[in-house]
């Protein structure tokens, strides 16, 4: 048995006893040798010392005397690469709220190596929160010249808003050094409140009651009546949040985007009877409204004449002791849009005549009587002065070139005169002028059946007026028409008579004027208990 620790040896050796030279590795990097003879027990610490110097070097090696192996010392390191990019999948290189995306790693180990225990952290930048993700994925050993892939799934949970974000992404080994580091940058669009409010329908055409006209979910609308063999439906539909579908009956609206919603056109064959149809609204959301317009087609047969009107408007009076007046004028042109832009009263039918001469308007009641057949139906509008003679009884239309002479007036007995030649199946006065309720024939109730069906009362012949007052004087600014007006247009039934449309306008007309407004009979014309019956569009 050898012995390394001997007495008689010195106590600090001679340097030949460890020979150290410099060596070239299989690389060409040039490596450090130690070779050891024996080594005396007092010179263990040189020994270690020369260990110590040589495990230091890069790829140091010390071969044992009479080994041909050397002992390595040291590490080759790995060599790693990574590159992490962003990707979510709607393409708009945003983090939308609800909305799940992924950083995606690509880790290359180039060393001589393998790369062990290899963990990738995932940190947003100081100050980010509200992402939910894993930070922390384990990849394990990447060999040398290996790689590995990995994903980390993200998504957020910001306030509303644009958020500008950063996600510092590492390469640690098992010993928590830090092998490589990449920062990656996206937006984030925050969470947005749910929108729980469905959209609004708001029917333009055909014309509904008002408190029907803004639909919201599911409602049944008052049923619509015509006699048209189809209805032409103009709607409006809105939403904050946009509009993604409108479907009329099933089939697509095609609507146009106009403003804070959309706007669509439709038109819808009728059949005999009742219809149903249907107007369905989604928005983005996915808030619908669906309802139902019910629309009756009826028989108008029953009417066969075609509408008239003739509208005098007198305001421009030649004669100072007759005020000029501010409102007829008005009130006759908004009539005209009235009837034909609702009621089938077609244009060329329709008479303006502002300011006329008493030969004018005796010249139109000419052309009326030639005109019209025993099927038709004349609206007169007469609105300006009136007088009232009370020794004769008599009342008078003053047109604009009237002076104190009666024979520039035109009389009650003389506008009956001109009505009786007239062979319209129905004549309907309106007279807004002071004392115009002289023009009936007594102030008793009008002969009417209320009984009896639109139909029946339409069947029979009547000449009948409707005065803004009896034997009162009016107000330039008229009450009375605004009224008159307002439930025209109101109006959502197909057929209104005038004895209907006269009840539903007298107390309002009561209340502010004081005034009782008249519904009669032209006195000394034929009626035969019929009405005047508004046929709307």
Not at 239 to 247: F, P, Q, Y
């Amino acid at each position: 048995m050898k012995r390394y620790f001997r007495s008689s040896v010195p106590a600090y050796p001679a340097m030949e006893d460890i020979r150290a030279t410099r060596t070239s590795a299989s690389s060409g990097a040039p490596s450090f040798c130690c070779s050891v003879r024996r080594i005396q027990p007092m010179n263990l610490l040189l020994f270690l010392f020369v260990m110590f110097a040589a495990a230091c070097q890069t790829h140091a090696q010390i071969r044992l005397e009479g080994s041909t192996e050397p002992i390595r010392f040291g590490s080759r390191k790995p060599h790693v690469f990574m590159h992490a990019s962003f990707s979510e999948p709607s393409g708009n290189g945003t983090l939308d709220a609800g909305e799940k995306a992924s950083i995606d790693i690509s880790i290359q180990n180039n060393g001589t190596l393998p790369a062990t225990g290899i963990v990738i952290k995932c940190v947003p930048k100081t100050g980010m929160r509200g992402f939910v993700m894993d930070s922390l994925v384990s990849v394990g050993d990447i060999p040398t010249s290996s790689s590995r892939r990995a994903s980390i799934t993200i998504s957020q949970e910001f306030p509303p808003g644009y958020h500008e974000c950063a996600m510092t992404v590492s390469v640690n080994n098992g010993f928590g050094n830090i092998l490589a580091v990449e920062e990656v940058d996206f937006g984030a669009l925050g969470r947005v409140p749910k929108d729980n409010i469905p959209p609004v329908i708001v029917i333009l055409s055909p014309r509904l009651e008002s408190v029907s006209r803004g639909l919201r979910n599911t409602q049944k609308v008052a049923h619509v009546v015509t006699a048209a063999t189809s209805l032409q439906i103009q709607g409006r539909v809105q939403d904050s949040g946009g509009i993604t579908m409108v479907l009329i009956n099933g089939r697509d609206a095609h609507p146009v985007a106009k403003g804070d919603g959309v706007e669509f056109q439709w038109k819808e064959q009728l059949r005999l009877g009742m219809n149903d149809i249907r107007i369905q609204a989604v928005d983005k959301s996915n808030n619908k409204t669906d309802t139902t317009i019910i629309v009756q087609k009826s028989d108008s047969s029953f009417i066969k004449g075609t509408y008239h009107a003739l509208i005098i408007a007198e305001e421009e009076y030649t004669n100072p002791r007759y005020q000029k007046l501010k409102r007829p004028a008005q009130d006759a042109r908004n009539l005209a849009d009235v009837l034909i832009d609702m009621y089938h009263f077609d244009e060329p039918n329709v008479r303006l005549m502002f300011n006329p001469k008493r030969r004018d308007i005796y010249s139109a009641f000419d052309t009326l009587e030639y005109k019209l057949t025993e099927d038709d139906n004349i609206l007169i509008f007469y609105a300006g002065h009136g007088l009232f003679e009370e020794k004769t009884g008599q009342g008078y239309w003053i047109p604009c070139d009237a002076d104190e002479n009666k024979s520039t007036w035109i009389s009650n007995g003389a506008i009956r005169d001109a009505l009786k030649a007239i062979m319209a199946k129905h004549v309907l006065l309106i007279s807004d002028a002071c004392f115009g309720g002289s023009i009936f024939n007594d102030m008793r109730g009008t002969t009417l059946n209320l009984e009896a069906l639109v139909q029946r009362r339409y069947a029979k012949r009547s000449r009948k007026a409707i005065t803004s007052t009896g034997y009162e004087e009016t107000s330039d600014v008229s009450v009375f028409m605004e009224v008159l007006l307002a439930a025209l247009k109101n109006n959502t039934e197909e057929y209104l008579d005038m004895w209907k449309l006269f009840v539903s306008v007298t107390e309002e007309i009561e209340t502010r004027t004081h005034k009782e407004p008249q519904y009669r009979s032209i006195k000394d014309l034929p009626d035969d208990g019929g009405d005047f019956v508004f046929w709307r569009k």
